[in-house]
């Protein structure tokens, strides 16, 4: 919905540090599963557990099938991780809950 990190820190109580590793995990799994690595394969590249692991699948493939998908695909998604804190995140992203 365009939050800001600083709007996602303050809804979840999350630290921005938090938000930010969540974004970059989140985006690490993604261009992972893009590369058609498996889940088990993603837990050890990116010491996730498999758990962590299938819930951003399970979003990825939420956003995948969006209108979130229009707007951002595969080399953009890659390009959110240099987002600062004062800019909004696009719509339907947002840090896991943990």
Known sequence: KGY???EIEFQTN???TSVKR???DFIQIAALHQQNFSVQQTCLIAHKSERLV???LQL???LETS???QQYRGSELLRLQGLDEERELPE???APHM
């Open 4 to 6: 800001t990190f600083r």
């Open 14 to 16: 999350h630290s921005e």
């Open 22 to 24: 969540y974004l970059a």
């Open 54 to 56: 299938r819930e951003y």
């Open 60 to 62: 990825y493939e939420t």
């Open 67 to 69: 209108d979130f998908a």
């Open 92 to 94: 339907g992203l947002a």
